[in-house]
């Protein structure tokens, strides 16, 4: 497995994350505080993390195969792009996991 196969997930996971609180937060702004301007602004971050999280769902579904995880782990993979916060405690797993099957293209020369 290449080292670009776990830097695209893992971009793309703390992505998701970021867009998944700021809509988290405009929901809570818009339904619970009446804030001014929240629904313009969820529906923005609801539609780029709708996008993003489709985009994630594809890099995820790529490492995981790489990877030869089980149907269960990669569906929680694939799942926690859909929990605020989740996917910043399963992409570093992940990450710490899937760092030793990385094969480097070429030898380091001393």
Known sequence: MKQSVLTR?????YVTGVLLILLTLGVIGKYALDVSGAAAFTQVVSVAHGWLYVVYLV??????SKAKWPMGKLAWVLLAGTIPTAVFFVERKVSREVAPLIVDAEPVRA
Not at 9 to 13: G, K, P, T, V, W
Not at 59 to 64: C, I, Q, S, T, V
């Open 59 to 64: 890099l995820a579904f790529d490492l995981g």
């Open 9 to 13: 997930y893992r971009a793309l996971a």
